[in-house]
């Protein structure tokens, strides 16, 4: 079966300093991971994601991701965290079992940046 | 271009009661999937539709229907409420359905069931 791991439910950065929100993935053939964060009585909002090529994708807001198809790991990074970036993060793979466009998501990583 | 919207934002039912969300996608896409959000089993599949037809279903019961309309707008109904069904449900939209195609998602409709 296709499934999404983040094995930190919680991850707390100093702003300043990088910050990782890892994901782990299973998935049968190539896979198409997304990232997504939502704020508070918010929606999901699309962050960036990985189709092919290039192991390192840049997104929105300054995050990156790093692909690495030996570990299974599509990790979220960015260089500098802010406290604006506090907020739940949602790795997520499509699930290629059948047709359509069905997301599989993790349970969600909540990051908190202290000042 | 104006993002995916939900309606309505905020409702209150009773065990027993049914309701109906609405979710308008993005202009030009086709594809509208609804995801069901709570706490202890996070964000879940419910179903999506492309170009009116359901074409994938999730693991609930059939007290769970949706349809779409040929403008792409969404509705999905939840009949006889439970308090289980107290959750955050969230409609995305994308152009097509499936591959590398990314789902946008609406503010969600926060269902509370009493």
């Known amino acids: 079966a296709q499934s999404v791991a983040q094995p930190e439910d919680q991850v707390n950065v100093a702003e300043g300093n990088p910050l990782t929100v890892k994901c782990t993935y299973s998935?049968?053939?190539?896979?198409?991971l997304f990232w997504y964060v939502q704020y508070p009585n918010r929606g999901l909002q699309f962050l960036l994601k990985?189709?092919?090529?290039?192991?390192l994708v840049k997104g929105s807001y300054g995050f990156e991701a790093e692909f690495n198809k030996s570990q299974t790991s599509f990790h979220l990074k960015k260089p500098s965290a802010l406290v604006s970036d506090s907020a739940l993060y949602f790795c997520?793979?499509?699930?290629?079992?059948?047709?359509?466009?069905?997301?599989?998501f993790g349970q969600g990583t909540e990051l908190s940046v202290k000042p | 271009k104006a993002g995916v919207t939900q309606t309505p934002r905020y409702l209150i039912k009773t065990r027993g009661q049914q309701v109906t969300l609405s979710c308008s996608p993005i202009?030009?896409?086709?594809?509208v999937s609804w995801y069901q959000q709570t706490p202890g089993q996070g964000l879940q599949f419910l179903f999506e539709?492309?170009?009116?037809?359901?074409?994938n279903k999730g693991n609930f019961p059939g007290r769970f229907s949706g349809r779409q309309f040929s403008n792409s707008r969404s509705e999905m109904n939840v009949s006889t409420l439970e308090l289980g069904d107290s959750a955050l449900y969230l409609c995305?939209?994308?152009?097509?359905?499936?591959?590398?195609?990314?789902?946008?998602f609406g503010p969600g409709t926060r269902l509370t069931v009493l």
């Open positions: 202009s030009g896409h086709r594809s």
């Open positions: 997520a793979v499509r699930d290629t079992s059948n047709q359509g466009g069905k997301l599989i």
């Open positions: 995305a939209s994308s152009i097509l359905a499936g591959g590398p195609d990314t789902q946008y």
């Open positions: 998935v049968s053939g190539n896979p198409y």
């Open positions: 990985y189709i092919t090529g290039d192991n």
């Open positions: 539709y492309f170009s009116e037809t359901q074409r």
